[in-house]
């Protein structure tokens, strides 16, 4: 087995990624030295990827790398800010060197396209799982949150939603996806497009803000609980792409994925009326799909209409802890 030094040296060391002038020092000291632009806060978050729970084992080490980082990138993009640093943990099970070169390109591949630089980790021996820590910024209190959903704001998501959860139901054995969609529902999954631009255009406009990782409602009630308000969303408003629309599947399996499975890294946000025509033209100039698709209400529960209807209460999004895992 190759050092961890050696593992470091070839596959994570500064030339991988960008090298970014607020970066002081970056990877080989016992840590980074990083400069926040004046002016600015500094947004952080982390995720953890484990094989076997998050990914299945099988998933190639390209898709692994490319999740892990667009994961992370979509925390940003929902709080509105612009991604700059990142570390990664990984705990390896050997030095596969095909297995880490595939990981490490596709890593410095995403990062290069979003500008994000690796400034550090760590690299440890054990059951395969990554853990990346990613930096971002935001002017002074311009930060998106999840807690100033007013009465009477629109709801909105950004792109079609349903299709990663699609991807990944047929891969559980649950359905068999038309050939036609197959590579489009797939992609969906393994190589979600983190909104780091919409994100940044909504620092703007939203009063609050949530990327979809649980499942639309879980997500919204996020932004409901903590703002304490209620809302009221129409199904039939909700985008779903012509590829998700292809495949023959039951109402009820329809309205799971939608509505109660994640992994689409969509954003779900709020707009005040007085701001929702500015926002939907300047939207349209960016070219980001959005679609109003509620109400934020006076109540404390998330209520979704069909046909007028009101839908029974769809099962809870994703929790590692609740004892009847999806
Ligand atoms: P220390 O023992 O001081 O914690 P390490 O030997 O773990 O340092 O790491 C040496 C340098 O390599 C550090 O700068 C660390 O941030 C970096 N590093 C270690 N693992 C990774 C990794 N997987 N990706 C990027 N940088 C890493
Ligand atoms: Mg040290």
Redesign the pocket.
């Known amino acids: 087995m190759s050092s961890?030094?050696e593992i470091?040296r070839q596959y994570?060391n500064q030339s991988q990624s960008p090298s970014r002038a607020d970066v002081i020092v970056g990877?080989?000291?016992?840590a980074a030295i990083l400069a926040v632009p004046e002016k600015h806060q500094l947004v952080q978050s982390v995720d953890t990827l484990i094989a076997g729970v998050h990914f299945p084992i099988e998933t190639s080490a390209a898709d692994i790398a490319y999740k892990a980082l667009a994961v992370n990138l979509s925390d940003m993009a929902a709080m509105g800010a612009e991604p700059a640093w990142f570390?990664?943990a990984?705990t390896l099970p050997n030095d596969n060197h095909k297995w880490l070169k595939e990981f490490s390109s596709s890593l410095s591949l995403l990062s290069n396209k979003f500008g994000v630089q690796?400034v550090?980790?760590?690299?440890t021996h054990g059951s395969l799982s990554l853990s990346i820590t990613i930096n971002g910024f935001v002017p002074i209190d311009k930060a998106l949150r999840r807690d100033q959903a007013k009465v009477g704001d629109k709801v909105y998501v950004s792109g079609t939603i349903g299709d990663a959860a699609l991807a990944l139901s047929a891969w559980q054995g649950d359905c068999c996806l038309e050939n036609e969609s197959i590579d489009f529902l797939n992609n969906k999954l393994n190589r979600p497009l983190p909104q780091i631009n919409l994100g940044l255009l909504l620092r703007d406009y939203a009063s609050s803000c949530i990327d979809i990782s649980d499942g639309l409602i879980a997500d919204l009630e996020h932004i409901t609980d903590m703002s304490k308000v209620g809302a009221e969303i129409n199904f039939q408003s909700i985008p779903l792409s012509k590829e998700f629309l292809l495949n023959n599947i039951t109402k009820q399996h329809v309205l799971d994925l939608v509505l109660s499975c994640g992994d689409d890294y969509q954003l779900c946000f709020t707009i005040p009326k007085s701001k929702q025509e500015k926002f939907e033209s300047e939207a349209k100039k960016e070219n980001a799909a959005v679609s109003c698709i509620g109400e934020i209400t006076s109540g404390s529960d998330v209520t979704c209409f069909y046909n007028g209807e009101i839908l029974n209460r769809p099962k809870a999004g994703y929790n590692h802890f609740s004892e009847e895992k999806k």
């Open positions: 961890e030094f470091i994570f990877i080989g000291d016992d570390t990664l990984i690796l550090g980790g760590d690299t």
